[in-house]
Nanobody
Framework: VQLQACGGGLVQAGGSLRLSCAASGRTFSRYAMGWFRQAPGKEREFVAATSLSGDITYYKDSVKGRFTISRDNAKNAVYLQMNSLRPEDTAVYYC????????????????????WGQGTQVTVSS
């Protein structure tokens, strides 16, 4: 599967952005999806994950209540709605996919994912 992320940009603290990740192929519903981010000088970190149907989601503690991951299997897309953005959310955001046959499973570590998008820059000004 090939992934293409978009939707990043420059926003003031407290603002919102919605990231989208479009996937190629006809088996998108077989992939659990996740979002990760990498700030300058830091390691890539987990942000959010969702199961095959989107009914199970999991978040990094610092984004709980502010970010929402969702997916539309009919459109081969996964989204990350980011509200109440903070300067510390500034990073390049990546979507990722992993093939699984377990419907209720999510994945929260980078090395579990097989496919990665190219990243989209999110900058939050104070």
């Amino acid at each position: 599967v090939q992934l293409q992320a978009c939707g990043g940009g420059l926003v003031q603290a407290g603002g919102s952005l919605r990231l989208s990740c479009a996937a190629s192929g006809r088996t998108f519903s077989r992939y659990a999806m996740g979002w990760f981010r990498q700030a300058p000088g830091k390691e890539r970190e987990f942000v959010a994950a969702t199961s095959l149907s989107g009914d199970i989601t999991y978040y990094k503690d610092s984004v709980k209540g502010r970010f929402t991951i969702s997916r539309d299997n009919a459109k081969n897309a996964v989204y990350l709605q980011m509200n109440s953005l903070r300067p510390e959310d500034t990073a390049v955001y990546y979507c990722a996919a992993v093939l699984t046959y377990i419907s209720g499973r999510y994945f929260a570590t980078a090395n579990e994912y097989d496919y990665w998008g190219q990243g989209t820059q999110v900058t939050v000004s104070s």
